[in-house]
């Protein structure tokens, strides 16, 4: 009489051993952060410079010192990155710059770009 366990081994190929195991394995593909984009503050010869400092203190958190330098630095060379973010947070903050801006009546431009 045959045994079941017998059966088993007789229908295996003679070459796979006991130790031959298979892992089915499943590739991920690779995830890449999203692209960060550059706020930018303008110079215009008509905002007044405590209305920079303002947004950048309200808008971007920085302390009042920092506000400061970066104000004097838009300026000085026209132009100034204030903060890095996710393309969504980077036209956030654009768009409140423009419409405090606006709302307060100042020329003030505030620009976009990728990093």
Do not use: W
């Not at 100034?80 to 009546?105: I, L, N, P």
């Amino acid at each position: 009489m045959t045994r079941f366990s017998e059966v088993l081994m007789s229908d295996r190929d003679d070459d796979q051993t006991d130790d031959d195991v298979g892992v089915a394995t499943k590739t991920r593909p690779k995830t890449q952060r999203p692209p960060l984009y550059k706020v930018l503050l303008l110079n215009d010869d008509y905002t007044p410079m405590e209305f920079v400092v303002h947004i950048l203190e309200r808008f971007f958190g920085m302390t009042h010192a920092q506000s400061f330098e970066v104000m004097l630095v838009v300026h000085k060379k026209g132009v100034a990155v204030v903060g890095v973010f996710s393309h969504e947070v980077a036209e956030t903050k654009v768009a409140q710059v423009m419409d405090f801006a606006r709302r307060h009546q100042h020329p003030l431009q505030c620009t976009m770009e990728k990093e």
